[in-house]
């Protein structure tokens, strides 16, 4: 699954970050790579885009970038 | 000694700055973009700290970016001082790693260990700065603790040009093999080209082409270079981006396992949970924002702002009467009096009139700023805002619009890229502003007086709809490719502090001064020379003779296709870039008999939509060239509003004379 489809308050490992250029290398340096742990935290009030924390801070991006994101849900 | 301060958004970076340097700074432009070079003095020696923007890699893709690793390069800077939040330690370390590898002295500033104390965490400093390989200095810049330290140590570390003593970031594996074949493979370029060959290094594997262009590569050594990094793509299964960044964050979650003891959540952290829980609600967060920019608005355009303005424009007054009595008793020629009074200190007067705006404004939008709102508003509005091709903090900008241009332009500075803030820039300018309402009135009165309200709303409403077509069409043409990502860091809420608030206020108000001065005083003065005098530069008493109105004159084919092709309103139309008011003013003197005599209703709409769109006012064009740093790009926006005034009021002349 991507990460836009993790439901709010549920975490995930990411696995594979897709994209590619300024985009991507961005999403890498923010910290989301493979192996990282990811929590969604809320969506805003039109859905988009969401709130995550990762490596304990707080990041927004959009759905769009989201679903760049793969990640496998931990239970 | 001059130093370079560097560090990640939110880190405390311009807090640490104005500690540093309490009221001793200045802010230039870096040359050829409009990015804030701020630099200071160190209180108590005479060594420079220039604030560079906050960023999150130097990769050279943002110009925020490319302008901290050129002038890091390029200016050679005695230190780096790199300032982290030590909440958000692990982030933050990403940058330092990049900044170790250009091999320059470097002094870590651990921002806000108060915080992590007061939490129950720590952070090993003595461990940290062993495994990073440069001196760091716990601080806190909000409550000013550590600074001397920091100081003593970066002009120790700048002193003995100490490097840092660690660069090499990988353990043994694909990464290594292939940093270490490309590394050998360059040094002896990158020795030549005087920078950093770990830097270069590891920039090349990246596909830097300013680097690699830089280091002047053969064929065979750029083919050799590509052969290790497939091999080391293979071998990792990673590519080499992806690679390269789990081999820095694996580093960091080395490092911080050895000396960070994290503290589970923090109180900031739960206090802004609980405070985003209302303000980024699902229902509640809009209106919210509503009502907060509503407050701050009518605060600004309103109460206080109209008293500090009245105020201040009473003393004004007060002033340039008593200078003209001066005048007048001292028995000085009239045309020296009026160029005094009407020219110079009119002009003078004008730029004075922005600033209880100003300040007022920037009073409030600093707080905005500083207790992380404006993180908040752009997260809320994104969604929005996206669909004109901007990004959610835009919204303020856009807001402040429909007060004054002038404070709307100087606030696009906090946009997160700079085709965002030329978007905004260029855009803004139709919101229509509260000075133009004296002109809606004049001619609804005369024209519609049944309709007052409808033709009102209706102005508004189409000053939006021509930013939001404008838009559309600049997201197709000029601003395609790629909009900036959206990947923001949401702070935690904090407390403003009112060093901070009172220094942006004072730098806004100072900055206006300085750089709308000239236009505007230049302009004004222009504007009473062309309305005071006839061609052979005799005084005239009737206006209708001056080089001003005989430049209307000319100026009349143009205007006809709009309905008021007429140089009494082309003169309004010029006097009107002074200030929007004095349209009104210019009309009633050379149309004494009343307007409805020399215009009809149709072209009276298309005037009013022409007032609306065309270029705002002097004060307006100089922010404008302030922010967007060209006075040829400027230039071009002042033809590109006309233009689209011209087209938008010759479409409202068709329409309305085909049902009036």
């Known amino acids: 699954m991507t990460l836009d489809q993790l439901e709010i308050g549920k975490s995930a490992i990411i696995t594979k970050v897709n994209g590619n250029g300024t985009l991507r290398c961005r999403l890498l340096e923010m910290g989301l790579i493979p192996g990282t742990a990811v929590e969604v935290v809320k969506t805003a009030p039109l859905k988009d885009p969401i709130e995550i924390t990762l490596r304990s801070y707080v990041l927004t991006i959009r759905l769009e970038e989201a679903q760049l994101i793969e990640v496998q849900e931990v239970k | 000694m001059i130093y370079a301060l560097v560090g990640n958004q939110n880190s405390g970076k311009t807090t640490l700055f104005n500690a540093l340097t309490g009221s001793n700074q200045h802010v230039g432009n870096f040359p050829g973009i409009t990015v804030d070079q701020k630099y200071g003095v160190i209180k108590g020696t005479n060594d420079q700290v220039v604030d560079l923007p906050g960023i999150y890699s130097i990769r050279p ?49 651990l921002n806000m260990m108060d915080e992590v104390k007061a939490n129950n965490g720590s952070i090993n400093i003595e461990l940290l700065s062993e495994l990073l390989g440069v001196p760091v200095v716990p601080i806190s810049a909000v409550k000013e603790e550590g600074i001397s330290e920091l100081v003593r140590v970066v002009e120790t570390t700048a002193k003995n040009r100490s490097i840092p003593k660690v660069y090499d970031f990988c353990k043994p594996g694909p990464v290594h093999r292939c940093i270490h074949a490309v590394s050998h493979i360059i040094e002896d370029h990158a020795d030549a080209a005087k920078i950093s060959a770990r830097f270069a290094t590891l920039q090349v ?77 699902r229902y509640l967060a809009i209106p919210i924002f509503i009502v907060i920019i509503t407050t701050i608005f009518w605060l600004t355009f309103g109460p206080i702002g109209t008293y500090l303005a009245d105020g201040f424009s009473a003393v004004i007054e007060n002033i340039i009467a008593m200078i003209e009595t001066v005048l ?117 009165d005369y024209f519609f007086v049944e309709y007052k309200a409808l033709v ?68 004004t003065i222009l504007v009473w020379v062309l309305q005071s005098f006839d061609s052979r530069f005799n005084v005239v008493d009737d206006a209708s003779l001056s080089i001003l109105a005989s430049l209307g004159k000319m100026l009349e084919s143009l205007f006809r296709p709009l309905g008021f092709g007429d140089y009494r309103f082309v003169t309004a139309l010029v006097t009107g870039l002074i200030a929007k008011e004095t349209v009104v003013s210019t009309l009633e003197i050379l149309v004494p008999a009343g307007i409805t005599s020399v215009l009809t209703t149709a072209g009276a709409l298309s005037f009013l939509t022409f007032t609306l769109l065309y270029t705002p006012c002097f004060a307006a064009i100089a922010a404008i060239k302030r922010e967007i740093g060209s006075a040829v790009k400027t230039m071009g926006i002042i033809i590109f509003q006309i233009a689209v005034a011209w087209a938008a009021a010759f479409m409202v002349y068709l329409v309305a004379g085909a049902f009036i």
């Open chain 2, 205 to 281: 594997i990246l596909d830097d082409q300013q680097i690699k262009n830089l280091l002047k590569l053969n064929d065979n050594e750029v083919e050799a270079i590509r052969h290790n990094i497939v091999e080391m793509e293979n071998e990792r299964g990673l590519d080499c981006e992806a690679a390269i960044a789990d081999m820095r964050y694996r580093f960091i979650e080395d490092v911080c396992s050895k000396t960070v003891l994290k503290p589970k959540k923090s109180k900031e952290r739960t206090r802004s949970i609980n405070i985003d829980r209302i303000l980024t609600h």
């Open chain 2, 61 to 109: 893709y943002s110009s925020e970016e490319i302008l901290t690793r050129d002038f890091i390069i390029n200016n050679n800077p005695d230190a780096i001082i790199n300032i982290i939040d030590a909440m958000n330690i692990e982030r933050n370390l990403y940058l330092t790693l990049q900044l170790l590898e250009l091999r320059k002295p470097t002094v870590i500033a």
């Open chain 2, 328 to 444: 007048t008793n001292y028995g000085i020629n009239q045309v020296v009096k009026a160029l005094i009074v009407d020219g110079i200190l009119a002009g003078v007067g004008s730029v004075l009139s922005f600033l209880p705006i100003i300040i007022v404004l920037f009073f409030f939008l600093s707080i905005l700023e500083d207790t992380g709102y404006m993180a908040r508003i752009a997260f809320v509005m994104d969604k929005l805002l996206r669909k004109i091709g901007l990004s959610g903090k835009s919204i303020v900008p856009f807001l402040i619009g429909f007060g004054c241009t002038v404070p709307a332009v100087m606030a696009t500075r906090t946009l997160p890229s700079h085709r965002d803030r030329k978007m905004t820039i260029l855009l803004v300018p139709f919101m229509s502003c509260t000075a133009k309402i004296p002109i809606y009135a004049f001619f609804t």
């Open chain 2, 456 to 523: 009102m709303t209706g102005l508004y409403f189409g000053g939006i709809l021509t930013a939001v077509i404008s838009s559309v069409i600049f997201n197709k043409l000029a601003f395609k490719g790629n909009p900036v990502p959206f990947v923001m860091e949401m702070p935690n809420y904090r407390l403003p502090s009112v060093k901070s608030v009172i220094l942006l206020m004072w730098e806004k108000a100072k900055d206006f001064i300085q750089r709308a001065f000239t236009i505007i005083v230049a302009a």
